[in-house]
């Protein structure tokens, strides 16, 4: 979605509220595509301040299909951000805070969908489970355990492991 700040830049101290909607329906990153399952329009406020800054504002929250660390199931997973940018208006056209080109703002049109990538990308979640104690998949037959043990042969205890189990039990009975 892209809004036409031209009216905003020229109107000092003007402020508009746009309703914004995540136009896409997935969230692709190195990561991968991820559904988004929910996304509610949201308000987007850009205001001149005093003709030397835009400030854009908002608050969104999504959900997104994200698979279980361990045993891969679908975990939806809400993502919530507060949008605070600040751009500022020079004689060289509009420059963020490092008084770099945005790369959300093409000209007077500001790229609502890149923004807001922008923002999930640094707010995506780590490390994301099913649940606490999801005990993953069995890494031989590919079951997940969470449904049941599988036939697999459980491992042996580490012989090491367990010598260093027999230390610990002898300082016990000092
Ligand atoms: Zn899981
Ligand atoms: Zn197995």
């Known amino acids: 979605m892209a809004i036409d700040i031209s009216g905003i830049l020229s109107c000092e101290n003007k402020e508009v509220v746009e ?3 995540v136009g896409y329906q997935s969230f692709s990153s190195e990561l991968g595509d991820f559904p988004i399952m929910k996304a509610k329009p949201f308000a987007l406020r850009i205001s001149n301040f005093e003709n030397k800054r835009i400030l854009i504002s908002g608050q969104a929250k999504l959900t997104v299909s994200i698979p279980c660390g361990r045993c891969l199931a679908d975990v939806l997973t809400e993502i919530s951000f507060q949008i605070d940018r600040e751009l500022h208006i020079t ?3 509009i420059k963020d805070e490092d008084l770099e080109e945005a790369a959300y703002l093409n000209g007077v049109y500001l790229d ?4 807001i990538y922008e923002e999930i990308l640094v707010n995506w979640p780590m490390n994301v ?6 005990k993953g998949i069995c890494k031989v037959c590919g079951q997940n355990l969470n449904r049941g043990d599988c036939d697999c042969q459980k491992t042996e205890p580490d012989p090491r492991m367990a010598a260093i189990q027999d230390i610990f039990n002898q300082y016990k009975e000092v």
């Open 19 to 21: 309703q914004v909607q």
């Open 91 to 93: 004689e060289d056209g």
């Open 112 to 115: 609502a969908d890149r923004l």
């Open 129 to 134: 489970l099913c649940k606490d104690n999801c």
